[in-house]
């Protein structure tokens, strides 16, 4: 489901260790889609144009990136209560429709929609959950939560505690050199963040060792860097989170 993702992740990665960003310029176009349940017709945003600089902002730490992080790609029709992100929006086959539209029934309260963003991702865990998603979605929910929760170290953690054990499934399965770079740094850096020093040692001592060349030898390189702003942090701490409890760091 997601390798179109992982593979534009890897060669965009590549290409900001060696060509400068440019100017930052992301666009939207209003758009209709049919709610895969009721048929109903859904507005939405669908993304016309972005840049390479999305793969600098903080939310590289957790290996999410835009449009996964904005609010326009998660799409939400509150006549059903029906959501999901633009790219598997429409991925629903006939019998999951019938158990999802049941499913919707009996728990969406359609007189209390979720309004904000922490709120709909919340309600999209939960229908993603109805629809029985795989591993590979599961992992990068669970890593994308762990961004937009930065501000509440508890909360985020126990995000970073879910995707542990899918990223160490992933590590042992993957024979993709590119997957084996990003889940090595994943793990290094979230061992690293619930104080699990020595594995995170362990981990990027691999990422280190990992023989690549071509394009994936800039991911490395993207990777390492990134590694290194990571451990500069207090332990719990990921990039656009603070300290000291001040504001979010901004993507400019």
Known sequence: MHHWIRAKALLIAA?????????????????????????ERVKVHQPMSSGSYVYSWPEKSDQVFWPF???????????????????????LDTAKRAVLKDWLKANFDRNAPPQSR????????????????????????????????????????????????????????????????KNLYLLGEYNRRIGRNDDAKRYLE?????EVDGELSGFKQYLQEIAKEQQALPPGKSAGSNASGDAAEGRD
């Open 206 to 210: 691999r990422l280190n060792a990992l």
């Open 118 to 181: 922490q709120d709909l991702l919340k309600w999209a865990e939960k229908v993603y959950a109805a629809r029985g998603m795989d591993d590979d979605f599961w992992c990068h929910f669970f890593r994308l939560m762990a961004f937009e929760t930065r501000e509440d170290s508890e909360t985020s953690l126990a995000y970073v505690r879910k995707a542990l054990p899918l990223l160490e499934k992933s590590l042992a399965a993957s024979a993709d050199p590119g997957e084996t770079l």
């Open 69 to 91: 992080t904005d609010s326009n790609w998660l799409w939400f029709n509150p006549a059903s209560g029906y959501i999901a992100f633009g790219n598997d929006f429409a991925e």
């Open 15 to 39: 290409l900001l260790c060696i060509v400068p960003m440019s100017a930052r310029a992301i666009t939207w176009a209003k758009s209709e889609v049919r709610d895969p349940v009721t048929n």
